[in-house]
């Protein structure tokens, strides 16, 4: 009903709560209960939901007619305005469909790309990212759009798999880590690359393969293990990449496994000192640091073909860590070499 905009019941939908940027308006306090709750699920914040469906459908796009360029997720882990939020609040064709910014042209200096001012130097760079994501994408203009249901593409979405999974404990878990990615001493980047992780949101070759960007014979780990490339085999169970932990619970003098679940094991390893406000902070820091040099050094051997050994991402651990607590002023002491060789004394946290 919602992708025939042209259609009756969209028309009178429109007419009773409006709509704004190509999208159905909620409405106002009159607005019944009902339209406003099923406007919580289709946004991805109904109660207890907090964004189960739309982490959860794809649009695949054909000849791109009914599909929102900006607001819709068709292209890459999120939808581009959440993407390029700073384009999107500048851009003058937020309402336009994959059609429209298609037929316009959204090439470098494209048509398309329509700005209520002039970009700044940095904003420029974020179109050219924009433009290296759409490089490869071309409309198909005897293709239908159509929904896909992440969780199961073959057999397609059904009510029991709906409320599987808004019945398992993985919201819990989710709700549990969702606080522990975000630390004030680490980039923000790094946060949202661990935000992503957790929710297997990330580009993993098993991932892309869901959405039909790679084929069989392309999936296999980087690593060469021979082993698909999911993202447990990836950050925790590979024989290259998996055995970072050990080296850093050797290094911080902690002993522990780890879990076959990403969300437990950051769990687990951000507890493994105690619950110290300090430990843990420290542990917490580390795992976001761990998972950011392990996609680092994945990309760096997919697009650049740059081996690195163990020793050179531990220094890398090491380096990154001790100047990201130092420019945050929790370290006072400008010499680093006790905290290399005995970190927990250098901060105090024995």
Known sequence: MLVDRGGFWYRVLVARYGESDGRLEVGGRSVSKWWRELAKISDGVGEGG?????????????????????????????????????????????????????SLGWEVGGEAWRWRRRLWVWEEEMVEEGHNLLNDFIVQTNVTNRWQWLPNITGGYTVRGAYQILTSNDNLVLDDTGALVWHKQVPLKVSILAWRLL??????????????????????????????????????????????????????????????????????????????????????????????????????????????????????IKHYSFWWLKANKTIFVFASEKWWSDPLQYLGVD
Request: hydrophobic share 40%.
């Open 50 to 102: 907090g964004g189960w469906l739309s982490d959860r459908v794809f649009r695949r796009v054909g000849n791109g007619r009914n599909t929102l360029f900006w607001t819709d997720r068709w292209v890459g882990d999120v939808s581009v305005c959440m993407s390029f939020s700073r384009l999107f609040d500048l851009t003058l064709n937020k309402s336009s469909t994959v059609a429209d910014m298609y």
């Open 199 to 316: 929710r297997d949101r990330l580009p993993t070759k098993n991932n892309l393969l869901r959405r039909d960007i790679l084929h069989n014979a392309t999936i296999l780990c980087v690593a060469g293990c021979g082993n698909d490339e999911s993202t447990s085999h990836l950050f925790l169970h590979s024989d290259s990449f998996g055995s970072l932990w050990q080296h850093i619970r050797n290094w911080l003098g902690v002993s522990g496994v780890d879990p076959y679940n990403i969300c437990d094991h950051f769990i687990q390893f951000t507890n493994s000192l105690g619950i110290s406000t300090k430990r843990r902070s420290l542990m917490q820091l580390m795992w976001l640091l761990c998972v950011w040099i392990i996609w680092t050094k994945r990309n760096n051997i997919i697009f650049n073909n740059i081996q690195t050994l163990m020793l050179e991402l531990m220094k890398k």
